[in-house]
């Protein structure tokens, strides 16, 4: 799994959240140019990518992982409004949420893929 959010305490507190439900965190980005370079080098089965990282928007990370076929939900506090018309159809769990929310993301993601 990949997961990319700036913002450090977040990220750690995600990191954990995804350990305790199972997740193998395989890469954490704070920067969309480490999370292009996670995408290539790996095989990565899901992905948790913030909308907004270090002041970049994540949507052409969001299509590459749509080209590759990786499920991906959005984590934002801007909601869905944020997200370009190509991407309003993607799962967005919005900022703050807790553990429950992020499980039924992912459920929802991954079952929506069978």
Aim: glycine share 8%; charged share 30%; aromatic share 6%.
């Amino acid at each position: 799994m990949l997961l990319v959010e700036d913002e450090g305490g977040v990220a750690l507190l995600l990191e954990d959240m995804l350990e305790e439900l199972g997740c193998h965190v395989a890469a954490s980005a704070a920067r969309l140019s480490r999370a292009r370079e996670a995408v290539e080098a790996g095989q990565l089965d899901f992905a948790v990518l913030d909308v907004n990282v270090a002041g970049e928007p994540s949507f052409d990370l969001a299509r590459t992982l749509m080209k590759r076929d990786i499920p991906f939900i959005f984590s934002t506090g801007y909601g869905r409004g944020g997200l370009p018309e190509d991407l309003q159809d993607r799962r967005v769990l919005a900022k703050p949420f807790a553990l429950a929310d992020l499980r039924r993301a992912i459920t929802d993601v991954l079952s929506a893929r069978s």
